[in-house]
């Protein structure tokens, strides 16, 4: 019967697709082409320019020495790319666990009014100007003990929390529930269930929204200037004011000297390579570990 049923469907006329619909395709595929190379298109000829007007500038002077006193030419922001990189490190720090952990909290318990409380304000802050976060960090945290990359970093942190809450939970909902009522049936107490088989198959995913909120911060400059201020030597000291990238940036650009100029763009080509190369290194290591894939 089957063999026969075959033979029937083997041999039944295929209909031809219509003109109209293979040009309703073709115009489709061609719009979709469009957009993506609309979207990419800015984002290459920004990097092309950055990298146009700053590769002249790098060398080894550029990436080891601190900047020179204005008038005398050469110098570098290596204290700069070591200050970003401690900022950066207190941000995270702080902003990781307390962002995962919110996230968690919302896609396993946060079915509940303050759970939808908690949503609404990550929303909220999200959208809240870099400069406002600055401004209250400084109120806070500065007014009465100083500039310092603690403060830098802690306003950072701030702006970290909402994108990564918000990551995690998406993808800890992506997780299939057959999961969690596999482990209960095995006696699993909820809170491992949640570390250990939930969280660790939607690892992959949240490392993607930190990295998103990494990406983020590292070239904010509003936050710094309320915090860390900048500073023109060396600095290892997380209670002292601090040089960063983006900070540097600023003032070199505002700056009436060319040498300075040509600084601030090698200084944006380091800061994009940097976030670039951080984001990479990162995703290789996620698809070359045993993390999970949701």
Do not use: C
Not at 206 to 216: D, E, N, S
């Amino acid at each position: 019967m089957s063999e026969a049923m075959t033979n029937t469907f083997s041999q039944a006329p295929v209909t031809p697709i219509s003109l109209r619909r293979r040009i309703t395709d073709k115009v489709m595929t061609g719009a979709a082409v469009l957009t993506v190379l609309i979207v990419l298109a800015p984002l290459v000829a920004i990097f092309a320019y950055v990298v146009y007007r700053g590769i002249g500038a790098i060398n080894w002077a550029f990436l080891t020495q601190t900047p020179k006193p204005v008038g005398e030419a050469g110098g570098g922001m290596a204290n700069a790319i070591v200050g970003s990189a401690l900022i950066l490190g207190i941000a995270s720090i702080v902003g990781v666990p307390f962002g995962i952990g919110a996230g968690i909290y919302l896609a396993e318990f946060g079915r509940n009014r303050f759970g939808s409380a908690i949503r609404f304000t990550a929303d909220v802050l999200n959208g809240v100007p870099s400069i406002v976060i600055g401004i209250v960090a400084w109120s806070i945290l500065v007014r009465e003990r100083g500039f310092s990359a603690l403060a830098g970093g802690l306003a950072l942190a701030i702006m970290m929390v909402p994108t990564i809450s918000r990551t995690t939970e998406e993808m800890l909902l992506l997780v299939p529930q057959a999961l969690r009522e596999a482990a209960y049936g095995l006696g699993v107490p909820r809170w491992r269930t949640t570390l250990s088989i939930v969280l660790r198959t939607a690892t992959s995913g949240v490392i993607t929204g930190i990295m998103l909120a990494f990406a983020r911060i590292a070239g904010e400059t509003a936050p710094l200037l309320f915090t860390a201020l900048g500073n023109s030597f060396w600095n290892l000291h997380y209670n002292q004011p601090t040089a960063a990238l983006p900070l540097q940036i600023y003032v070199y650009a505002n700056s009436p000297y060319d040498d300075w100029h040509r600084q601030a763009w090698a200084g944006s080509l380091v800061l994009i390579v940097l976030i670039v190369s951080s984001v990479a290194a990162v995703r290789y290591v996620v698809r070359r570990g045993s993390f999970g894939t949701a």
